[in-house]
């Protein structure tokens, strides 16, 4: 059992930038491939980041590319979005999300799941 806590979320201006936290309890978090994933008020929870448990392979949905980077620290049982250039249509809720084996972009996917944390971006 892995459980993920998420932190780092908040209230930001347009063209702001936040650093997401997500924190696991798993005592082999570099087994995992770690996915961060959003979902706005009314609509589908959508893939934002993903980084493989080497943090060597990392991809990113069109929306974000240049402008969030995923990291990951497998000594701190950790994994970072950084968000740059924030733009309203980023804001919703968060999610940080683990599973075993490759990286992938499907959330049905994942096994575990944060309870997610906020992020608001006024314009």
């Given at each position: 059992?892995?459980?993920?806590?998420?932190s780092g979320?908040?209230?930001?201006?347009?063209?702001?930038?936040?650093?997401?936290?997500?924190?696991?309890s798993?005592?082999?978090?570099?087994?995992?491939?770690?996915?961060?994933?959003?979902?706005?008020?009314g609509?589908e929870?959508?893939?934002?980041?993903?980084?493989?448990?080497?943090g060597?392979?990392?991809?990113?949905?069109d929306?974000?590319?240049?402008?969030?980077?995923?990291?990951?620290?497998n000594?701190?049982?950790?994994?970072?979005?950084?968000m740059?250039?924030?733009?309203?249509?980023?804001t919703?809720?968060?999610?940080?999300?683990?599973?075993?084996?490759?990286?992938?972009?499907?959330?049905?996917?994942?096994?575990?799941?944060?309870?997610?944390t906020?992020?608001?971006?006024?314009?």
């Open positions: 059992q892995v459980q993920l806590v998420e979320g908040g209230l930001v201006q347009a063209g702001g930038s936040l650093r997401l936290s997500c924190a696991a798993a005592r082999t978090f570099s087994v995992y491939a770690m996915g961060w994933f959003r979902q706005a008020p609509k929870r959508e893939f934002v980041a993903g980084i493989s448990w080497s060597i392979s990392t991809t990113y949905a929306s974000v590319k240049g402008r969030f980077t995923i990291s990951r620290d000594a701190k049982n950790t994994v970072y979005l950084q740059n250039s924030l733009k309203p249509e980023d919703a809720v968060y999610y940080c999300a683990a599973k075993t084996g490759s990286m992938v972009v499907a959330p049905d996917r994942y096994d575990y799941w944060g309870q997610g906020q992020v608001t971006v006024s314009s």
